[in-house]
């Protein structure tokens, strides 16, 4: 899988949007680009995937850009509970990439 | 989404015992589950693959006599930490899903495990 890189922390106040970066220069045509979260003392949550189009869940949007070499992760209106370490990780679909691997994340602190 | 379990959520045990911790895929059927080991302020790091009906698959640097994994059922992995010392309190995560599990990756909650 291809290596990802973030910032190792941000801030936000709450109820701002939240835009974590993720650059991903060396991502293969195939790979999709996952971000999870962890919450302090809980395993990672998934939020949202994508390929090459923008997604958009209850959680978050992802804006992945044209050449697919970065994207972006978009907590419209970021709450305290919000605050999390956030991974972005890329993986080919099939049965031989379920292995996630975690590289350091972004740690996201909102406060009121 | 998918639903992946734990159990126990926390542990204490101690120097010399084993301890086990289960790893349940509650809504789908998982050939093969995670584990993962965290360390305080650490990112999650690769222990195992665990293969339903096979041998795990271990990272390199993690000892397979140390951490048995078992995978006796699809929706069942087990991580028993023999002879369990201090340096192996960690915070121990499964997951599972890929196809089986609408090809997205699920965690489980996560185990404490504290070895006195």
């Known amino acids: 899988d291809a290596k990802t890189t973030q910032p190792p922390s941000m801030d936000c106040a709450e109820g701002r949007a939240a835009n974590l970066p993720c650059n991903h220069s060396?991502?293969?045509?195939?790979?999709?680009v996952y971000w999870y979260r962890q919450i302090h003392s809980q395993g990672p949550q998934y939020i949202i995937h994508?390929?090459?189009n923008n997604e958009t869940n209850e959680m978050a949007s992802l804006i992945i850009t044209e050449d697919r070499k970065s994207s972006t992760l978009i907590l419209p209106h970021a709450t305290l509970r919000d605050t999390a370490v956030y991974y972005c990780?890329?993986?080919?679909?099939?049965?031989?990439?379920?292995?996630?691997?975690f590289g350091t994340g972004t740690r996201l602190q909102v406060f009121p | 989404g998918a639903v992946v379990s734990q159990h126990p959520s926390w542990v204490i045990c101690k120097s010399g015992t084993s301890v086990k911790i289960e790893c349940r895929s509650l809504?789908?059927?998982?050939?093969?589950m995670f584990w993962y080991r965290q360390f305080p302020k650490q990112s999650l790091m690769l222990m195992a693959t665990?293969?339903?009906?096979?041998?795990?698959?271990?990272e390199q640097g993690v000892e397979k006599d140390k951490f048995l994994i078992n995978h006796a059922s699809l929706t069942l992995s087990t991580l028993t930490v023999t002879s369990a010392h201090p340096e192996d309190s960690s915070f121990y995560i499964c997951?599972?899903?890929?196809?089986?599990?609408?090809?997205?990756?699920?965690f489980g909650e996560g185990s404490w495990l504290t070895v006195v």
């Open positions: 990780i890329v993986r080919a679909p099939g049965p031989n990439t379920d292995k996630l691997i």
């Open positions: 809504d789908f059927q998982a050939t093969t």
């Open positions: 665990s293969n339903e009906g096979s041998k795990a698959t271990y």
């Open positions: 060396t991502i293969s045509g195939n790979e999709y």
């Open positions: 997951s599972a899903g890929g196809l089986s599990g609408g090809n997205t990756i699920y």
């Open positions: 994508g390929l090459k």
